[in-house]
């Protein structure tokens, strides 16, 4: 899921996160020919 708006988050909630998911990113990845689609 991608936001189409910025989401506000608090410090303490984004270090609380990390605490208990410490590498937690994913690397990028091109869409090669996967589609990207948008609801409304």
Known sequence: ???MEPVDVDP???QRF???Y???A???HSP???FILRQS
Do not use: Y
């Open 18 to 20: 990390a605490s208990l």
């Open 32 to 34: 090669n020919r996967r």
């Open 1 to 3: 899921m991608v936001a």
């Open 12 to 14: 303490a909630d984004i």
């Open 26 to 28: 994913r690397p990028i």
């Open 22 to 24: 410490p590498s937690n």
